[in-house]
């Protein structure tokens, strides 16, 4: 009995690996909400990292966390670096494109672990505001 029992516990563990490895090594995270005001008017609140604060989850969760502000003020070549803790990690980012659509930013992860990212953040006009969707890939 005990010998079908690790037969059984072994097919299933060999189940689960060769199911696990037919998965792509990547993710995507995607999130959305409508905001009553123009892509105008939102898009400073993004591509201004000093302004992050007021809106980013993730800054609420270390208020004693390092932040370092670099580059261009805000748009193209602005960049920010954060060092926190475990909660938030440490890594960092720059915006890579901007467009009335759409705004690219690169991101590294150093802490908890290493990996570099791709964010976007999409503006679609609709009645009363905007649509704005926030997508993030990588490994």
């Known amino acids: ?22 998965k792509p090594n990547t993710v995507h995270y995607e999130r959305s909400i409508v905001i009553g005001t123009s892509a105008d008017r939102i898009r400073p609140h993004i591509t201004d990292f000093r302004k992050w604060g007021a809106w980013s989850p993730w800054e609420k969760k270390d208020p004693a966390m390092q932040r370092e502000f670099s ?23 720059a915006i890579t494109q901007v467009t009335p659509e759409k705004v690219m930013i690169d991101m590294q ?13 999409h503006f679609t006009p609709q009645a009363g505001g905007t649509h704005v969707r926030w997508t993030m890939d990588g490994p």
């Not at 009995?1 to 072994?10: A, E, T």
């Not at 193209?76 to 926190?84: C, F, L, T």
């Not at 992860?109 to 953040?121: N, R, S, V």
């Open 1 to 22: 009995m005990l010998l079908y029992m690790l037969i059984g516990l072994v097919a299933v563990i060999g189940i689960i690996l060769v199911a696990a490895s037919t």
């Open 71 to 93: 580059g261009a003020d805000s748009g193209v070549g602005a960049r920010y670096g954060w060092k926190g803790n475990n909660n938030v990690g440490e890594g960092g980012m």
């Open 109 to 121: 992860f150093i802490k908890p672990w290493k990996a570099e990212c791709l964010a976007e953040f």
